[in-house]
C-alpha cells in the first residue's frame, strides 16, 4: 500500500457504466426492468427482486443532505491537503442515497437538509471523475 | 421467555493499553489461562475455541484459525473444534450466541471464547487507514476520504438534528465513561477527565473532537462458556445468557436511512421478549460505544431512560459511578481503550464481571440484571443480550 495515494474507485463489471457517465458528467442510477426498484450504488442484481436486468437511468442530479461532518484532522492517507472537507450522505430526490463531498461556495457551513446539485470532480493525477455536490444556488 | 441453556463460568482479561513488548500470543494465552482458571477447569474439559479475528497482524490472525491456542494450551486430542468467529465490532454478541447455539445444541459443553489484538502498537496513520477499510466501501465511500471518525460524526450529527442533544451532552459520556476507568486497573484513561476539557480539544471532525475519538490499544479477554444444568457445579456465581436480539442494517453507513436509531429498538424487543425481562428490570448496561453518541442512541433504543432523552440522562449524571444506571464500568472504548474487536469483547466480559462480583472498587450493588450492546463495522448491525445471576 502506498502511503500517500488517494484511493480511487476500482469499477466492477457491472459498476463501470457509472463511472463512465461520470467522465461525461452524468449521473446514473440503477432501475431494475422486473420491479422498477431504482438502485444506488450500482448492484450485480436487484436488492429486492435479484432480479439481473438492470439498466443505467439518468438522475436528476439534485437532492438533499441527509447527514455530514466536516473533516478537521486525522484523515486516511492521500487527503491531508483535501483538509478541511466536507463529507455527506446524500438522499438524492429519487429516493436513493450515496456518499460524496460537498464542494463550492458555503460547503463549510452547510446543513442536514440543504438542498444540493451533482457537479464533477476529477482526481488529480488520475481520469477518474467523482460526483460530488454543490449547495443549491451556489452560483455555478 | 426462553429456557436458560448456557452460562459463563469464567472470564480472564490483561490490561488494556499501549504494549509494544507483549505478543499478542502472551496475551491471549494470559486471557485464556486466566479464564479457564477462574472457572476452576483444565484445558481438557474445554470441547470448542472460538477465537476472534485480529486485525493488526495477518501473521496472529492465521495461528488464530489454525488451532495454535489449542496446542499452546494442552488441548490437543481433546478439543473437538476450533473457528473462528468474526462480526468486527459485534463479535462479542455474536460469538456468544454461536457459542450459545453449539450448547444448546448438544454439540459443546464448554467453549472458550478468546480475543487478543495488538492494534495500539500500529502507527497512528497505519490504525486509521486500517479502520478506514472497516465497513467502507473501497469503491464508494473511501474516494471521498471516508474513515472510523467520520463514521461516527455522519451518526452523531444525524442523532443531534433528529433529538436535539446537544455537543456538552455527547462530552457527558465521555465524562461519565472516565469516571469508571478511573477505578478499572485495566483501563488505559485513568486521569480526571471533565466536560469543559473535552469541548476544549482539538476538532476532528465535526461535531466530533479528540476526546470523543476512541483510542486504539492492545488487549486481550477470553471467557468461557458452559451448560446451564453445569453452571453452578463450576462456578459460584454464573452469569446466565437470557435473551438476545438482534438486525443487520447495512454494510456501508451511506446506505442506512435510519442512522439516528439503527436497529436498536427492533433488537431490544426481541432480546427483552426472550429474555422475559424488560428494561425496568435492568440494573447494569453495558453499551458497546466508541463514539459518545452510540450509548446514547442505543440507550434511548433500549429504553433504558424512563422517557428522558439519552443525552439529558448522561449529563445529570445518571450513568456515572453513584448514578440510577450504572454504564459501561470498564470505561468502555472511550476510556479503557479500543482493541479493534476485543473492545466490544472488554464491554461484554465486563458485565460477566460485574454479575459475577469480581468488579472490585466499581463492583455494582445487588446486581441481577445486565443489557450488553454490540455493532460492527460502521454500526452495520445492533445486538442486544440480557444477562442474569437467574436462568429461567
Given amino acids: ?140 | 421467555m426462553k429456557k436458560t441453556t448456557a452460562a459463563v463460568v469464567g472470564i480472564g482479561e490483561v490490561p488494556t493499553g499501549k504494549y509494544p513488548d507483549r505478543s499478542e500470543l502472551d496475551a491471549a494465552l494470559t486471557a485464556c489461562r486466566a479464564a479457564i482458571l477462574d472457572a476452576g477447569l483444565g484445558p481438557r474439559d474445554i470441547d470448542v475455541i472460538l477465537p476472534t479475528g485480529a486485525l493488526a497482524s495477518r501473521h496472529f490472525n492465521v495461528d488464530l484459525v489454525f488451532s495454535r491456542l489449542c496446542e499452546e494450551l494442552g488441548m490437543n486430542r481433546s478439543l473437538k473444534m476450533n473457528c473462528q468467529v468474526m462480526a468486527g465490532g459485534a463479535t462479542s454478541s455474536s460469538i456468544l450466541a454461536v457459542a450459545e447455539g453449539l450448547i444448546a445444541a448438544g454439540m459443546a459443553r464448554r467453549v472458550l471464547c478468546v480475543h487478543s489484538d495488538a492494534v495500539g502498537s500500529l502507527p497512528k496513520q497505519a490504525g486509521i487507514d486500517l479502520f478506514a477499510t472497516t465497513g467502507v466501501s473501497e469503491e464508494w465511500e473511501a474516494p471521498y476520504g471516508h474513515n472510523m471518525n467520520a463514521v461516527g460524526a455522519l451518526a452523531t450529527q444525524r442523532y443531534m438534528h433528529e433529538t436535539g442533544t446537544t455537543e456538552e451532552e455527547l462530552a457527558a459520556v465521555c465524562v461519565a465513561l472516565r469516571k469508571w476507568a478511573m477505578l478499572n486497573p485495566h483501563a488505559m484513561f485513568r486521569t480526571p477527565l471533565t466536560v469543559e476539557e473535552v469541548m476544549a480539544s482539538k476538532m476532528v471532525a465535526t461535531p466530533l473532537r479528540a476526546k470523543e475519538c476512541n483510542m486504539l490499544a492492545d488487549g486481550a479477554a477470553a471467557f468461557v462458556v458452559a451448560a446451564a444444568g453445569d453452571a453452578r457445579a463450576i462456578s459460584e456465581s454464573p452469569v446466565f445468557l437470557r435473551g438476545h436480539g438482534s438486525l443487520v442494517t447495512h454494510y456501508t453507513l451511506s446506505q442506512e436511512r435510519d442512522l439516528a436509531r439503527l436497529g436498536f429498538p427492533e433488537a431490544a424487543r426481541a432480546a427483552y421478549a426472550e429474555a422475559g425481562i424488560g428494561p425496568d428490570a435492568i440494573q447494569l448496561a453495558q453499551i458497546y460505544d466508541a463514539y459518545p453518541v452510540w450509548p446514547l442512541m442505543s440507550l434511548d433504543g433500549l429504553g433504558l431512560c424512563r422517557g428522558t432523552p439519552a443525552g439529558a440522562f448522561v449529563a445529570a449524571g445518571e450513568t456515572a459511578p453513584g448514578g440510577s444506571l450504572p454504564m459501561t464500568t470498564n470505561g468502555g472504548m472511550l476510556s479503557q481503550g479500543h482493541t479493534g474487536v476485543g473492545g466490544g469483547i472488554a464491554v461484554l466480559v465486563e458485565a460477566f464481571r460485574q454479575l459475577m462480583g469480581k468488579a472490585g472498587a466499581r463492583q455494582v450493588a445487588g446486581l441481577v440484571n445486565a443489557v450488553e450492546t454490540a455493532s460492527g463495522g460502521t454500526w452495520m448491525d445492533s445486538h442486544v443480550t440480557i444477562l442474569s445471576r437467574e436462568a429461567a
Fill in chain 1, 1 to 140: 500500500m502506498t502511503a500517500q495515494t488517494r484511493p480511487l474507485p476500482q469499477p466492477s463489471a457491472w459498476s463501470a457504466p457509472f463511472w463512465q457517465a461520470a467522465r461525461d458528467r452524468r449521473l446514473v442510477i440503477q432501475r431494475c426492468t422486473s420491479c422498477d426498484e431504482k438502485i444506488m450504488y450500482p448492484r450485480r442484481f436487484c436488492p429486492v427482486c435479484l432480479g439481473e436486468a438492470l439498466e443505467f437511468v439518468p438522475a436528476k442530479g439534485t437532492g438533499e443532505i441527509y447527514t455530514l461532518t466536516t473533516q478537521m484532522a486525522g484523515p486516511p492517507s492521500g487527503f491531508e491537503a483535501m483538509l478541511p472537507y466536507v463529507l455527506a450522505v446524500i438522499r438524492l430526490d429519487e429516493g436513493v442515497q450515496m456518499m460524496s463531498n460537498i464542494v463550492g461556495d458555503g460547503a463549510l457551513g452547510a446543513r442536514i437538509g440543504d438542498r444540493v446539485t451533482v457537479d464533477f470532480a476529477t482526481v488529480e493525477g488520475s481520469d477518474t471523475v467523482l460526483p460530488v455536490f454543490r449547495l443549491a444556488g451556489d452560483g455555478q
